[in-house]
């Protein structure tokens, strides 16, 4: 398979993405699919695509069969064949999914921005999924080399060829050991707070089945 453009990698995310996060309005109509792609939020980089890119684009991707139009609806509408037409299982077209659409990211920030997509068990989970695109040939993703003082690797997805390893400054400040990244620390927080949640329910399970059997919960 040829390497993709940016918009097709861009289109074809958006495809994924909406397919979980709106599946009342998937597959998606063109309007849809250009609001998509150029959105402001949880997209990088952020694009100015007009109607006639997103349809060049979506040619690009249907002769790859990548994408499908859909018929039967006065609006033409198109959805995504990512995994087949990848040859990868659906977990690992999350994470290419979020890769296209937001750049390169840790394993954990991949975590906490495909939970939508699809929800992993933890962090060595995706890892094992990246691991496994990496030594598909060709390669769909590769790990980039790490910045002076980051704790993690970032990962990007290479439908779009090659990927230069970034480049840093010789004797560039290197930051505490500890430093921890915004996207890392947000992948934290959330785990916190769903083993926080965890917990509640099971106390509030134990403190009813103790008033049921009319002992004390701490017994």
Same mark, same amino acid.
């Given at each position: 398979?040829?390497?993709?453009?940016?918009?097709?990698?861009?289109?074809?995310?958006?495809?994924?993405?909406?397919?979980?996060?709106?599946?009342?309005?998937?597959?998606?109509?063109?309007?849809?699919?250009?609001?998509?792609?150029?959105?402001?939020?949880?997209?990088?980089?952020?694009?100015?695509?007009?109607?006639?890119?997103?349809?060049?684009?979506?040619?690009?991707?249907?002769?790859?069969?990548?994408?499908?139009?859909?018929?039967?609806s006065?609006?033409?509408?198109?959805?995504?064949?990512?995994?087949?037409g990848?040859?990868v299982? =659906?977990?690992?077209? *999350? &994470?290419l #999914?979020?890769?296209?659409?937001?750049?390169?990211?840790? %394993?954990?920030?991949?975590? !906490?921005?495909?939970?939508?997509?699809?929800?992993?068990?933890d962090?060595?989970?995706?890892?094992?999924?990246?691991?496994?695109?990496?030594?598909?040939?060709p390669?769909?993703?590769?790990?980039?080399?790490?910045?002076?003082?980051?704790?993690?690797?970032?990962?990007?997805?290479?439908?779009?060829?090659?990927?230069?390893?970034?480049?840093w400054?010789?004797?560039?400040?290197?930051?505490?050991?500890?430093a921890?990244?915004? =996207?890392?620390l947000? *992948? &934290?927080? #959330?785990?916190?707070?769903?083993l926080?949640?965890?917990? %509640?329910?099971?106390?509030a !399970?134990?403190?009813?089945?103790?008033?049921?059997?009319?002992?004390?919960a701490?017994?």
């Amino acid at each position: 398979m040829r390497d993709l453009t940016p918009l097709e990698a861009r289109v074809l995310g958006v495809l994924v993405e909406k397919q979980h996060t709106v599946p009342d309005t998937y597959p998606l109509s063109l309007n849809a699919l250009v609001a998509g792609c150029n959105q402001k939020t949880a997209r990088q980089p952020v694009m100015e695509a007009a109607d006639a890119d997103v349809l060049a684009a979506l040619e690009g991707l249907k002769s790859l069969a990548l994408v499908n139009e859909v018929s039967g609806s006065r609006v033409v509408r198109f959805d995504h064949n990512a995994a087949r037409g990848l040859g990868v299982p =659906g977990a690992a077209v *999350a &994470l290419l #999914a979020v890769l296209m659409l937001r750049g390169p990211q840790t %394993a954990a920030e991949l975590r !906490l921005n495909s939970e939508r997509l699809h929800r992993f068990a933890d962090i060595s989970s995706v890892e094992g999924f990246l691991e496994e695109l990496a030594e598909k040939q060709p390669p769909k993703v590769v790990k980039l080399a790490r910045a002076p003082g980051e704790r993690e690797s970032r990962w990007a997805h290479r439908l779009c060829g090659e990927v230069a390893q970034p480049v840093w400054p010789a004797g560039a400040a290197a930051l505490p050991a500890e430093a921890v990244s915004a =996207g890392e620390l947000s *992948a &934290l927080k #959330a785990e916190q707070a769903r083993l926080a949640a965890e917990v %509640a329910d099971l106390r509030a !399970l134990v403190e009813r089945l103790a008033r049921e059997l009319g002992v004390s919960a701490t017994d």
